[in-house]
């Protein structure tokens, strides 16, 4: 059977269900009269680049302040390579997520990328960077440096991901789990810029696994929460 | 297109606080969003709950629309996520009478399936609730694929990834058996 006749079968069994698709003016004049109750002027969403700049402007700031209170110590031992292959691909990271966050809470958005696949370019890209920028193979404390980093970079996410929730509050999220994967991401970013601008710790293993991980951990960390969020406001069974 | 830039038109009048609008709105997408519903083999009761559900859900979000953007798949998109949530707690409610071991409950001539009686559900029944919706949306209610894109949230390209999936298992489906599909033709 070819996809021409498939086409016809579809558009013939919709059109031959039509007139029996069962709404009648009852329903139809009920859904008018509920509407009609609260019907009132509302104040359309601003345009999606508000919001994207709104966000990058929390992350940043967010980031600059931690920096500030810990100290520019990693980015002033950094070499200008590093500098310039680190933050800009952080920079470019950050508009991408901000962008999907901010498509993710308006519907009927058009996608470019899936929020999976946003975090694992995320993950991806900054494994890439990380492995190109550091070449030190020691572990020395691995643990326990990793851990305070990771807890570290977290905890610049936690605001990060408060204030952007509260920006785009008006939105509504047709798909919780991936908008919340997208702010937790966005989040992490912001967090892995702190830790970039001052942790002076350059062994390859510990930032590629520990830096990285919470972008990784805070986007989990996002989705979980959007999917409770979602379970606790959906009619329970 | 000319009908989908009055829809638009409509929805910026309806964010005005526009009565007449909002009423013309609603008996324009409701027999789409209906079809919607019934082609996912819902019964007609819970056809019309969901329906309106998605426009009280509409309601409340109407702001949300921005009169730059098509709105029929802002339309479909709270659609889908109302159905997603029945879907969702359908399964829930599936799971806990099989862990007690009930025998199913009958359901009254009013919850009947519309499968039975429902040619584009019965044809539908085979695929998966996400490739079902991606047909109906293309096929049906004859939107593009950037739209459908856009009212299931997610790329072109897994849309069009479904769309294959979808068309690959009818096409076994109906060639394993030509005398019913050929039946369903003729009725239709």
Known sequence: MKDNEIDNLLQAAGASHEPDSGLNSDVLNHITATVQQSLKPVRPLPARWVFVAGLLLIGFAVAIAGAARAGFFGIEQMSPWQRLLIFPSLGILAVIAAGEFASAMIPGRLRRISSGALLAVAIVAMLAVFALSFRDYQTTNFVSAGVACLLRGLLHAVPVALLSGLLLRRGFAVKPVSAGLAAGALAGLAGLGVLELNCTNFQAAHVLIWHTAVVLVSAAAGALIGWALHLLRSPRA | ?188
């Open chain 2, 1 to 188: 297109m000319h009908q989908e830039d009055n829809l638009e038109m409509l929805m910026a009048r309806y964010q005005q606080g526009d009565l007449s609008a909002a009423s013309a709105l609603i008996h324009r997408v409701s027999p789409q969003l209906h079809r919607f519903f019934t082609a996912q083999s819902l019964s007609r009761t819970d056809a019309d709950d969901l329906l309106q559900e998605t426009w009280l859900r509409i309601h409340r979000v109407r702001h949300t629309y921005r009169s730059s953007e098509p709105a029929l798949p802002w339309f479909y998109a709270i659609a889908r996520h109302i159905r997603v949530d029945h879907y969702r707690k359908a399964i829930r409610i599936s799971t806990r009478e099989q862990r007690l071991e009930v025998e199913p409950v009958h359901a009254t001539a009013d919850h009947e399936p519309f499968a039975k009686a429902n040619s584009l559900a019965t044809l539908l029944a085979p695929l998966s609730p996400a490739e079902r919706e991606t047909v109906v949306m293309l096929k049906v209610t004859g939107m593009s694929l950037e739209e459908v894109a856009r009212a299931t949230s997610s790329t072109v390209g897994s849309v069009k990834q479904k769309a294959h999936r979808a068309y690959k298992k009818l096409r076994n489906l109906l060639s394993a058996t030509p005398q019913s599909s050929r039946q369903r033709g003729e009725q239709s």
